[in-house]
């Protein structure tokens, strides 16, 4: 198995090589589980954040990071749902499409997760930008909520979106074309 080696916030890590097209492989960056990389990697992220008054990010693989960035400022953080439960109540929904998962994704905040963003100041957050699709979804959401973004930022920002002036990141990921 071909991999790529990560050094990011002082970690080390062999991220294994994945095909997501005939033409394009990707390195795969997880972080659920690595609790001394998601440590190490939110504090750095802290470091560079601007002033906010609430964290967001989308379900799954943002949500350590944005609990350990929460419990390091002692800031809240907001989970947007990939599907609405029976708990959510008056749900707000955007579409997004992402380089990783083969179908059309939905995000989701019900009322009480839309009334922390209501007014506030906040940070989004996540674990790579890629395309941007997520990024987005996430903005469109803050919009309908009435929160003001106030930042943008990832662990590693992959291929083009290293270029983007509108966020930052700690590292950048290379895109492994064929």
Known sequence: MKTYTLHVAGVTRELPICAVSDTLDIAAFIMLGDVELTKATAAELLKK??????????ECKGIPLAY??????????????KEAKVYTIDPIEVVVNSITTQHVQHLVL?????????????????DVISTGESLEALEKLVEKAGGEIVGRGAVLAEGDAAKREDIFYLEELPLFFK
């Open 110 to 126: 019900g009322r009480t997760d839309v009334e922390k963003l209501t007014g506030k100041r906040v940070l989004i957050v996540d």
């Open 49 to 58: 954040s601007p002033d906010f008054d609430v964290l967001l990010t989308a």
């Open 68 to 81: 350990e960035m929460s419990a390091l400022s002692g800031k809240p953080h907001v989970i947007a749902r």
